[in-house]
């Protein structure tokens, strides 16, 4: 497999991309909104007053103490117009130069989660849309087959929805309607009233995923904080583990969350064999086997195959049942992309 390397003007685009995106994500306070410090007990505390609508002045809340962080969060949110006009030039420039972007749809959701702090609150994409994403973070031209796809997978940890003291302001269904009213839940069949799926005529689909817990069970499982109901996976807790921050290139860059590629690839390795075992079909485990061996080939090249090995190593330390599906896939790759991974 022939893979290049992009530009290293365009993997700083890409780095500096994801800087500005942090940067405008850190302000949630709405466009006009004013910060004053106040001195108390000798120290200085931010407040931020909201604009007055319809004759009534919203209370002061709360920012926290002055610390050069917080006041260079401020600032950036005051110049956020700026910084908006800026991330655009970029995305166009990255498009420019080859790097993948979401069709209009699926940018369209990525940009309505991340405005309701879906990825803020420990989300991730986990399929092809997140693969998408690796071509800028490593720094490779990844092909155009790896990178098809006509749905959306979105998953969180369920202890982590469980645990964290914070949620979407309503349920991650309206998050999609505001994009497009067309999307229903597709009700499970065990209960009429879980839905893990939402789909919209036409086909496209939003697949709702969390990590599975205890014994075997056919219903999906609340995620409180994701406001949704989620079909556990066994094996995705692999993949969820040190999650990293991404850019998606749609109009001024979208901050998403998506899995490490090193444990991208050899996840896909597992739920390739899945596929077969579960009649789920075969197209979707070569594409799984074609993105595993796609990022084999990417960590070659960036001579970084040690992250991949390592990642390998620690799903074989898992247990019989992992060694037993990442030997099955390991036999799906082509002699190359298994020496590359084992190191050979």
């Keep these: 497999m022939l893979l290049q390397e992009i530009p290293l003007a365009i993997q700083t685009g890409c780095a500096e991309l994801i800087d500005q995106l942090r940067i405008a994500g850190v302000s949630a306070y709405p466009e006009g909104s004013t910060f004053r ?33 917080l006041t260079a969060s401020i600032e950036a949110g005051r110049r956020a117009k700026v910084d908006a006009d800026a991330r655009r030039t970029v995305v166009k420039a990255l498009i420019g130069a080859g790097l993948s972007t979401p069709d209009a749809l699926t940018g369209a959701l990525l940009e309505a989660l991340a405005a309701a702090g879906f990825f803020r609150l420990r989300g991730v994409i986990v399929g092809t849309v997140a693969f998408q994403t690796y071509s800028g973070l490593l720094g490779v031209r990844l092909p155009g087959a790896a990178l098809q796809t006509a749905d959306l997978d979105l998953a969180q940890d369920y202890g982590i929805s469980v645990a964290i003291d914070d949620a979407l302001g309503r349920p991650l269904l309206e998050v999609l309607r505001e994009v497009d009213p067309d999307f229903e839940p597709v009700t499970h069949i065990t209960d009429p009233t879980l839905a893990a799926v939402y789909a919209r005529p036409g ?29 556990a996976l066994r094996f995705l807790d692999f993949l969820l583990r040190d999650t990293i921050e991404a850019a998606v290139l749609h109009r001024f860059g979208v901050l998403v969350r998506v899995p490490a590629p090193q444990r991208y690839a050899i996840h896909k390795l597992i739920v390739a064999t899945q596929r077969q075992t579960h ?14 061996e796609t990022l084999i080939h990417a960590f070659a090249l960036k001579r970084r195959g040690l992250e991949l090995q390592e990642a390998f190593e620690e799903a074989r330390a898992r247990g019989p049942g992992w060694r037993k599906r990442l030997d099955a896939g390991l036999k799906r790759l082509e002699p190359e992309s298994r020496a590359l991974l084992l190191g050979g």
Excluded: C, F, M
């Design 203 to 231: 086909g496209y689909r939003v697949d709702i995923l969390t990590t599975h817990r205890g014994a075997e069970r056919d219903a999906p499982s609340k995620l409180p904080s994701a406001r949704s109901d989620a079909v």
């Design 37 to 69: 410090k106040r001195l108390i007990s000798g120290r200085n505390y931010w407040y931020a007053q909201e604009p007055t609508r319809r004759g009534e002045r919203p209370p002061e809340r709360y920012v926290g103490p002055e610390t050069p962080a």
């Design 279 to 292: 009649g789920t079909g075969s197209a979707k485990s070569d594409k799984d086997i074609r993105q595993a």
